[in-house]
């Protein structure tokens, strides 16, 4: 007699599964069926799994136990969310077994971020996990947080960054002088914008030469190195021998958009002649919210080899996500993950200089702000833009108010009176009125 659900597939725990040798999907799945009731989630549960490693929807007679064991998705946690009788919501867990693809990235997300999604409307990765047996085949990203700032001998203090603007049209001279500005006004590095490709008046040889030729003209004069990464999103058949081209030529930094793909990424990071550091830009990333959380995505991006990685943050012109899931992006990146490097959390989209104090307290000092508007839009030109952010970093790291900092400082000063800054609301008795916060008592009255 044939079971509803696959005992194979069902009767198991994390406890039991061999988390050695399994990848471990975790999902948020309401099931709407307005005037049907009883609703039978686990059916739609096994759909996913089995859509996610071997099964179809009729019988097959090769589809043995056998193969179920050994390479079929597995019901490792199901945890219902009370909700109304015709809507069934769950956190649920799906086991995917690693033998059935090994370290290929593509069949990874085929399995844990394919199919499954047909299945329901609001679906939602949460997160994967990772195990040991998978792990020990990714080498990550090649210099990391700490790699980085080896480079550039900055070891305690967030870094600044430079977005080139506008996103494309200037000309390799013209890109070249903006940049010569920002690195004399201290910056820490600096990035096309991810639009930026070879077009009629900019080819990427040209634009890197000019922009490479004017970093070293200014670091005759502070002493500072900057890092460039030189935009080599294309066709993927030609980002590899872009990617060394570039360093060829010089480059001391490579830009990827996460539309090329997250194989590509992992192909350049383990290249052992591609030894420059690679900034990953994930605007593509933005389509897959709704079905993929940020922090999932992030810790993909990072076994696959991204040594930075732009992060939504809710203080930004484009908050996508809640103000714990940007915060959590950024703190996949910096946690433990075996012998895989930590990522650079990037807070990001219309950053300014009054940010600073907000965004160190939240994500740490492990952290790159890339600036675009927010420094080329200073009133006192894209030197002092520069230098504003370096005071704001400079101040927020000394525990000085940005205000008091100011009064000596024209750069930081004529920021604030432009872009003002944020101060956070704070909430001390978790979730109490602030009419609940205690009062001190006056007896001098």
Known sequence: MKLYYDPIMFNQTLDGINLKRHIIGTYYLEDPLPGEDPIDH??????????????????????SEDVIEHLSGKVVGYYQIPSSDNVKRAVIQLAFPIDAWQANVPMILLSIAGNCFAYSAKLRLLDVYFPEGLLTHFKGPKFGISGV??????????LSLHIIKPKMGMTPEQTAKQVYQTALGGVDMVKDDEMTSDVYNSRMEDRLTAVM?????????????????????????????KAKRAIKLGANGLLLAYSAGLSILRVLAEDPDIDVPILLHPSHMIAL???????????????????????????????????????????VKLAPLGHIRRTWPMPAAGMYPGLVPLLVREFGKDIVIPAGGGMLGHPMGY???????????????????????????????????KWGALKRPEVHWFRASPRYYPKPVNFNK
């Open 42 to 63: 686990f059916s739609l549960v096994q759909s996913l799994a089995f859509e996610g490693s071997t099964g179809t929807w009729e019988e097959v007679k090769e589809h």
């Open 149 to 158: 700032r080896e480079k550039l001998k900055i070891y305690d203090r967030p």
């Open 383 to 417: 030197q002092a833009g520069a230098r504003a952010w370096q005071q704001a970093i400079e101040a927020t790291m000394k525990d000085i108010p940005l205000e008091e900092a100011a009064k000596d400082k024209k750069e930081l000063r004529a920021a604030l009176e």
């Open 289 to 331: 919210t709704p079905s993929i959380s940020w922090p999932a995505m992030a810790k993909i991006c990072r076994i696959c080899g991204a040594d930075l990685m732009l992060t939504p943050t809710y203080w930004s012109t484009i908050p996508m996500v809640s103000h714990e899931e940007g915060i959590r992006c950024a703190q």
């Open 213 to 241: 030729e004017a970093l070293n003209k200014a670091k005759e004069k502070t002493g500072k190195q900057v890092i460039y990464f030189v935009s080599i999103t294309d066709e993927v058949d030609k980002i590899v021998d």
